[in-house]
């Protein structure tokens, strides 16, 4: 009897909310159909069914936040019978009368997940090991050898999925959780992010608790600003030549629908100055500092109720309209909410930029595990000195990079900024 | 030059070489002599050696192994002949009190350098009194060494080395595998203590020794078919076993299972599967599991033998099952 569970779709994902049911309890489903909508930290994903039957029972409700792992629904297979339902087997337990592990009957809540395990007649075992929702009391079961690699590889085990008998995790889940995490598993201080003074109650107020979204860039700003020390740098970029070649080239390429920003150019430069200055592009890790080799450019997308950085690969080596089309969609998508989470996870070099409001100069916080982001404020016109010492009027933008100061020294930082200086004052430099 | 040999071919092989190489080795027991020996591992041996090597006894197992003990301590090498091991229960008076003590009863002074050899578990429709594996019960007893060779050539270079140790070794031959054939080298006595790796892989350890060993090897097929890798141990020596090659190879595949043809209880499944658990805990992915036979006195009727004993279905289920994949 197939339970449909809460999957894990990214990598620091712990529980998901759901969203919409697009099924309702006794609609025939086949594998594929899409279930329900998932609302994760930054996302909304399509929850689709991996077994074809009756949707028998709707376990979470929309809105319920579920644990990785823990039921959401019973999907019932052709010639499988129907469990008892939930309700019919809490009165069992009730009659029954130890009463040590009476849950009230109304509430549909994470807790209940490893109860229902418990109460599996010693049957359902039988199909072989099937996922279990949880541990059956709370304990974390694995193998000896999973525990071995947890403590070498520095994972939390609560956040993994067991899929042997009873929940045990066992080696092939470690493996699969090291393959899809690369790494680590992130721990994060509980709700380090809401904690604060209690609601004033004054009258006039709207209290708003915190979307996922609101959560989980708390607690990632928050964990950054307090762990990570910062070193800003500042400079000012003369833009004219990069917005005459800009115009010359956005008219050859109107015919194919593409138009190349600021941004785009901005993002190149960055990328492309890294090839002199790597140790920027590196991921500050448990075990010392990762160098990469690729830039895989994460690039802030404000939206309405927090802040998303979808990731454009291999910045240095695309052509700028490649990197223009990469940017239009993912942020489109972005908007949307209609991100994977392999999109915006594994940057490992942020830019943000705040150029389209105004904005004359400012800092960012730095995007952990990488280890530098550059602030691209706006154009700013103003009269300014040519080669012959004339008045001239100049378009200046400033960029301000944000370095975690344990991998970055200010020289370094310096000198970065002057390179990509450079090449954005002479532009032709990105086209080649 | 190695040459294919049959398994009993290469144990009368390895017994004219020894009685070749030293004069103090002797044969006895029931009809190995006129007869040949009803295995026929001595045919022709008396008209070569003469009935002073060669010796035909009356039935009595306690006597001539009690003789044979006799012989052993005074200097002689003998190899005695069980016509089935189940005979050996007549004598195990003889060989627990004496074989097996006498040397550290003496301080070390009177050693008994002695041979126990003959047909040991199933698979030939002997029925329940002439069925059983007698690995785990003289395996248990110190002063003993316990051997189970499953090819020709680890019979011959095996009892090379029986023969030519200073303790009383039972000689475990697998009786249904007298006609089974391999290559067989020369004169490569095979030490005890050592298991041999029967097929590589890295996913899963099939433990077993004597016959099952093929039966192993079978599974490992079917598994790969299933692209699980199956790594098979023939134990070869089971008093003493090789701890170390066990270990080892968990260490690289994290999953074991012990296939015997004995009984599951006491078996030598369970030491195999307590010495895994002991020295290889934090390598292991799922519990040891263990592949015996059922728990009835052997059957006569071939389905009813055949149900008895450990089948390939059952290898290749529990190797799943250690794998945590679902059966098939």
């Given at each position: 009897?197939?339970e449909?569970i809460?999957?894990k779709m990214g990598d620091a994902?712990e529980?998901g909310t759901?969203?919409?049911?697009l099924?309702?309890?006794?609609?025939?489903?086949?594998v594929?159909?899409?279930?329900?909508e998932?609302e994760t930290?930054?996302?909304?994903?399509?929850?689709?069914?991996?077994?074809?039957g009756i949707l028998?029972?709707?376990?979470a409700?929309?809105?319920d936040?579920v644990?990785?792992?823990g039921?959401i629904a019973?999907i019932?297979g052709?010639?499988?019978?129907?469990?008892?339902?939930?309700?019919?087997?809490?009165a069992?337990?009730?009659?029954r009368?130890?009463?040590?592990?009476?849950?009230?009957?109304?509430?549909?809540?994470?807790a209940?997940a490893?109860?229902?395990?418990?109460?599996?007649?010693?049957g359902?075992e039988e199909g072989?090991?099937?996922?279990?929702?949880?541990?059956?009391d709370?304990?974390?079961?694995?193998s000896?050898?999973?525990?071995?690699?947890?403590?070498?590889?520095?994972?939390?085990?609560s956040?993994?999925?067991?899929?042997g008998?009873a929940?045990?995790?066992?080696?092939?889940?470690?493996?699969?959780a090291?393959?899809?995490?690369?790494?680590p598993?992130?721990?994060?201080p509980?709700?380090?992010a809401?904690?604060?003074?209690?609601?004033?109650s004054?009258?006039?107020i709207?209290?708003?608790?915190?979307s996922?979204?609101?959560?989980?860039?708390g607690e990632?700003?928050?964990?950054s600003w307090q762990?990570?020390?910062?070193?800003?740098a500042?400079v000012?970029?003369h833009?004219?030549?990069?917005?005459?070649l800009?115009?010359?080239?956005?008219?050859?390429?109107?015919?194919?629908?593409?138009?190349?920003?600021i941004n785009?150019?901005?993002?190149?430069?960055c990328?492309?100055a890294?090839?002199?200055?790597p140790?920027?592009?590196s991921?500050w890790?448990?075990?010392?500092?990762?160098?990469?080799?690729?830039?895989d450019?994460?690039?802030?997308?404000?939206?309405?109720?927090g802040?998303i950085?979808?990731?454009?690969?291999?910045?240095?080596?695309?052509?700028?309209?490649?990197?223009?089309i990469?940017a239009?969609e993912?942020a489109?998508?972005?908007?949307?909410?209609?991100?994977?989470p392999?999109?915006?996870?594994?940057?490992?070099?942020t830019v943000s930029?705040?150029?389209?409001?105004?904005?004359?100069?400012?800092t960012?916080?730095v995007n952990p595990?990488?280890?530098?982001?550059?602030?691209?404020?706006?154009?700013i016109?103003?009269?300014?000195?040519?080669?012959?010492?004339?008045?001239?009027?100049?378009?200046?933008?400033?960029?301000?990079?944000?370095?975690?100061?344990?991998v970055v020294n200010?020289?370094?930082?310096?000198?970065?900024?002057?390179e990509?200086?450079?090449?954005?004052?002479?532009p032709?430099?990105?086209t080649? | 030059?190695?040459?294919?040999?049959?398994?009993?071919?290469?144990l009368?092989?390895?017994?004219?070489?020894e009685?070749?190489?030293d004069?103090s080795?002797v044969?006895i027991?029931?009809?190995i002599g006129?007869?040949?020996?009803t295995?026929?591992?001595t045919?022709?041996?008396?008209?070569?050696?003469?009935?002073?090597?060669v010796?035909?006894?009356?039935?009595?197992?306690?006597?001539?192994?009690?003789?044979a003990?006799?012989?052993?301590?005074?200097?002689?090498?003998?190899?005695?002949?069980m016509m089935?091991?189940?005979f050996?229960?007549?004598?195990?008076?003889?060989i627990?009190?004496?074989?097996?003590?006498v040397?550290?009863?003496?301080g070390?002074?009177v050693?008994?350098?002695?041979v126990i050899r003959?047909p040991?578990?199933?698979?030939?429709?002997?029925?329940a009194q002439h069925?059983?594996?007698?690995?785990?019960?003289?395996?248990?007893?110190?002063?003993?060494k316990?051997?189970a060779?499953a090819?020709?050539n680890d019979a011959?270079g095996?009892?090379?080395?029986?023969?030519?140790?200073?303790?009383?070794?039972?000689?475990?031959?697998?009786?249904?595998?007298y006609?089974?054939k391999g290559e067989?080298?020369?004169d490569?006595?095979?030490?005890?203590g050592?298991a041999?790796i029967?097929?590589?892989?890295?996913?899963v350890?099939?433990?077993?020794?004597?016959?099952?060993?093929?039966?192993?090897?079978?599974?490992?097929?079917t598994?790969a078919a299933d692209?699980?890798?199956?790594?098979?141990?023939?134990?070869r020596?089971?008093?003493?076993?090789?701890?170390?090659?066990?270990v080892?190879s968990?260490?690289?595949?994290?999953?074991a299972?012990?296939?015997?043809?004995?009984w599951?209880?006491?078996?030598?499944?369970s030491?195999v599967?307590?010495?895994?658990q002991?020295?290889?805990?934090?390598?292991?992915?799922?519990?040891?599991e263990?592949?015996?036979?059922?728990?009835?006195?052997?059957?006569?009727a071939?389905?009813?033998?055949?149900?008895?004993?450990?089948?390939e279905?059952?290898?290749?289920?529990?190797?799943?099952?250690v794998?945590?994949?679902?059966?098939?």
């Amino acid at each position: 009897m197939p339970e449909v569970i809460m999957p894990k779709m990214g990598d620091a994902m712990e529980a998901g909310t759901l969203g919409t049911w697009l099924k309702s309890e006794g609609d025939e489903v086949e594998v594929g159909d899409v279930l329900a909508e998932i609302e994760t930290d930054k996302t909304t994903m399509e929850l689709t069914a991996e077994d074809a039957g009756i949707l028998q029972e709707i376990i979470a409700g929309e809105g319920d936040n579920v644990p990785v792992g823990g039921a959401i629904a019973v999907i019932v297979g052709e010639g499988e019978e129907a469990p008892p339902r939930r309700e019919a087997k809490q009165a069992e337990d009730g009659a029954r009368g130890d009463g040590a592990d009476e849950t009230p009957a109304a509430t549909v809540t994470e807790a209940e997940a490893p109860e229902k395990q418990e109460g599996k007649a010693p049957g359902d075992e039988e199909g072989g090991p099937s996922p279990a929702e949880g541990p059956a009391d709370g304990r974390v079961r694995a193998s000896p050898i999973v525990r071995r690699l947890a403590g070498e590889h520095n994972i939390d085990l609560s956040g993994i999925r067991g899929t042997g008998p009873a929940g045990r995790i066992v080696e092939r889940d470690v493996r699969t959780a090291l393959e899809t995490d690369g790494g680590p598993v992130e721990e994060r201080p509980a709700d380090s992010a809401t904690a604060g003074p209690a609601p004033t109650s004054a009258p006039g107020i709207e209290l708003k608790p915190l979307s996922r979204m609101q959560r989980v860039v708390g607690e990632r700003m928050q964990q950054s600003w307090q762990q990570v020390p910062h070193h800003y740098a500042t400079v000012g970029v003369h833009v004219d030549d990069l917005l005459a070649l800009r115009k010359l080239l956005n008219a050859g390429l109107e015919e194919d629908g593409i138009k190349l920003s600021i941004n785009d150019f901005v993002m190149k430069a960055c990328a492309v100055a890294l090839r002199k200055f790597p140790k920027l592009n590196s991921l500050w890790t448990s075990e010392g500092i990762e160098w990469h080799a690729t830039v895989d450019l994460a690039m802030a997308v404000a939206l309405e109720d927090g802040l998303i950085t979808p990731v454009i690969k291999d910045v240095a080596n695309k052509t700028l309209s490649g990197i223009s089309i990469a940017a239009k969609e993912l942020a489109s998508r972005a908007r949307e909410g209609k991100l994977e989470p392999h999109e915006f996870q594994g940057g490992t070099f942020t830019v943000s930029n705040m150029g389209m409001y105004g904005v004359e100069s400012f800092t960012a916080i730095v995007n952990p595990p990488s280890v530098a982001i550059v602030a691209v404020s706006s154009l700013i016109r103003r009269p300014g000195f040519d080669a012959e010492d004339n008045v001239v009027p100049q378009n200046t933008m400033k960029l301000t990079i944000g370095s975690d100061h344990r991998v970055v020294n200010g020289t370094e930082n310096a000198l970065y900024l002057a390179e990509v200086k450079r090449l954005l004052q002479r532009p032709t430099l990105l086209t080649v | 030059m190695p040459e294919i040999k049959t398994y009993r071919e290469a144990l009368r092989e390895a017994i004219v070489h020894e009685l070749d190489r030293d004069e103090s080795v002797v044969l006895i027991g029931e009809d190995i002599g006129v007869y040949g020996g009803t295995q026929l591992i001595t045919v022709d041996l008396l008209e070569q050696y003469g009935a002073k090597r060669v010796i035909d006894t009356p039935i009595c197992e306690g006597g001539f192994t009690g003789a044979a003990i006799g012989m052993a301590m005074m200097g002689l090498r003998p190899i005695v002949e069980m016509m089935t091991m189940n005979f050996s229960f007549l004598a195990v008076d003889q060989i627990i009190q004496n074989a097996a003590k006498v040397r550290y009863f003496s301080g070390g002074q009177v050693k008994v350098p002695l041979v126990i050899r003959g047909p040991n578990g199933g698979g030939v429709q002997l029925s329940a009194q002439h069925t059983h594996s007698l690995e785990s019960f003289y395996g248990h007893f110190p002063g003993l060494k316990v051997v189970a060779p499953a090819s020709p050539n680890d019979a011959k270079g095996m009892m090379l080395t029986a023969v030519r140790d200073d303790n009383c070794v039972i000689f475990l031959e697998s009786g249904a595998l007298y006609g089974t054939k391999g290559e067989v080298d020369e004169d490569n006595p095979i030490p005890f203590g050592k298991a041999r790796i029967a097929r590589e892989g890295g996913d899963v350890t099939l433990i077993s020794y004597g016959r099952q060993v093929a039966l192993c090897l079978r599974a490992a097929d079917t598994l790969a078919a299933d692209g699980i890798n199956a790594e098979v141990i023939d134990l070869r020596s089971l008093r003493p076993m090789d701890e170390d090659a066990l270990v080892k190879s968990v260490e690289k595949t994290h999953r074991a299972v012990a296939v015997q043809e004995q009984w599951r209880w006491f078996g030598v499944a369970s030491e195999v599967a307590a010495i895994i658990q002991d020295r290889a805990f934090d390598y292991l992915d799922a519990p040891v599991e263990r592949v015996s036979g059922a728990e009835v006195p052997a059957p006569f009727a071939r389905n009813l033998e055949l149900a008895a004993f450990p089948n390939e279905q059952q290898v290749v289920e529990a190797a799943r099952r250690v794998l945590y994949r679902e059966e098939k």
